[in-house]
């Protein structure tokens, strides 16, 4: 039972399935990075200074009663809140993701793509079916026998 395990591990699609999802996690971490700490806070910036990692709604105050200063501060009270700033977050993250796996795909595609091959270009030769020499294609009498040929 051990060697079939060994063997379905090392198995050429488990092992890309593997590397593919450690690199897909990276990459997850490098997004998320990048929208939380990069793309984000301009956005905010540009709206008047809102941070979306903290904007919420109350749904059930908690002890001691709101307003609240960050999320963090909401939570910690035991306040019941809608996180629609994370979710924010979360949908920029996935939409850059998924743009990014859409650009990958679409490279492989060309890349595995066939090239248009071109129609087999028509014999500059052809041969006399009587004598059975070789003359031009479009010819319609054989130079060596004189036969009339048959139009094609």
């Known amino acids: 039972m051990l060697k079939d395990f060994r063997a379905f591990i090392m198995r050429g699609n488990v092992l890309d399935m593997a590397v593919g999802i450690v690199m897909g996690t990276a990459f997850g971490a490098i997004v998320k990075s990048f ?9 905010g910036l540009l ?23 960050s999320l963090e501060a909401a939570q910690a009270a035991g306040a019941v809140t809608l996180n629609y700033g994370v979710f924010l977050n979360t949908v920029v993250y996935f939409l ?11 490279a492989v595609q060309r890349y595995q793509q066939p090239a248009a091959e071109e129609a087999p270009a028509e014999p500059a030769t052809k041969e006399c079916p009587y004598c059975l020499s070789t ?12 036969s009339e040929l048959p139009a094609v």
Do not use: Q
Not at 35 to 43: A, R, T
Not at 51 to 66: I, S
Not at 135 to 146: D, E, F, H, L, M
């Open 135 to 146: 003359i031009p294609a479009g010819a319609t009498r054989c130079p060596y026998c004189t």
């Open 35 to 43: 929208v939380s700490d990069v793309l984000m806070p301009p956005i």
């Open 47 to 69: 709206l008047g200074g809102v941070d979306f990692a903290n904007r919420f709604f109350v749904l059930k105050p908690g002890d001691p009663p709101p307003p609240y200063g």
């Open 96 to 106: 850059i993701i998924a743009f990014a796996i859409f650009l990958l795909l679409r």
